[in-house]
């Protein structure tokens, strides 16, 4: 393993850690989607992204847009491991007057771009700013994570086209395949796949990585960077409750509850396993 690969698995596991720990202090929550896209986070945050911590409105930053609002314990996570949150403010997550509400909230959280609410607006304002940049003739990057059930989403596909339309070589989107939504599996809900060829029937660049293979991911994105004369998607498939067996197999995983006595189990198990 590499330096570089080293670092960015630590983070990782300090990303799990710290989303556990948020989540005991409510009971339950997004717990397995934290867990299953850490490893995509880390590799934005510890290696990917270009920000400045103590200025998160910094004008030529890399723009993260999180349009799945519900992910927000796992970006805090990051944003704490980016040096933008200090640890100690995770501990006051989803409580009253916290800047750490259960849902993405602009307005609230140094470094959150977007509010994430009802699923399917990401990738569409996205677009807007990549525009925006490129006129202004700023250098920064728009990335858009998503999730597989925003594929249900019309607007998701619309503003596809018009990224595709406009050649917006500065936006690329990561869609968290993790084949699951609250109403049941993704397969069962509405069928996406196959999901790659569609982006690419869109006129994006695609590619298809394990979204736990930190390496891969990597590889993957030093690449996309590179990448001119269209948009890019990452497609990045993950384990709902990456690195906790016992949450990995548990059926409802959208939303889930933890008993009290598991999660220091689950800490033990990220431990044991250096997930």
Known sequence: MSDRTRRIAESARRIRKNALDMGELQGQGYIAQALGVADVLAVMYTD??????????WEERDRFLLSIGHYAIALYAALAEAGVLDVDELQTYATDD??????????????????????????GVAVGMSIGLRHKGNPARVYNLLSDGELDEGSTWEAALAASHYGLDN??????????????????????????????????????????????????????REH??????????????????????REKAHFMRVE??????ARDHLQEAGA
């Open 228 to 249: 001119r004369g269209s948009p890019s998607v990452l497609i990045c498939d993950t384990q709902v409750g990456r690195g906790v067996p016992f949450l990995e197999a």
């Open 171 to 224: 936006l690329i989107a990561l869609v968290d395949v993790n084949a699951l939504q609250a109403d049941g599996p993704t397969v069962d809900v509405l069928r996406t796949e196959p999901i790659q060829a569609k982006w690419e029937a869109f006129g994006w660049n695609a590619v298809r990585v394990n979204g736990n293979d930190i390496e891969a991911l990597v590889t993957a994105l030093d690449g996309l």
């Open 48 to 57: 990917q992204l270009r920000i400045r911590p103590q200025d998160p409105e």
């Open 260 to 265: 009290p006595h598991e999660w220091q189990l």
């Open 98 to 123: 916290s800047r750490l509400p259960m849902s993405g909230m602009a307005s609230y959280t140094p470094g959150m771009e977007i509010s994430g609410g009802s699923l399917g607006h990401g990738l």
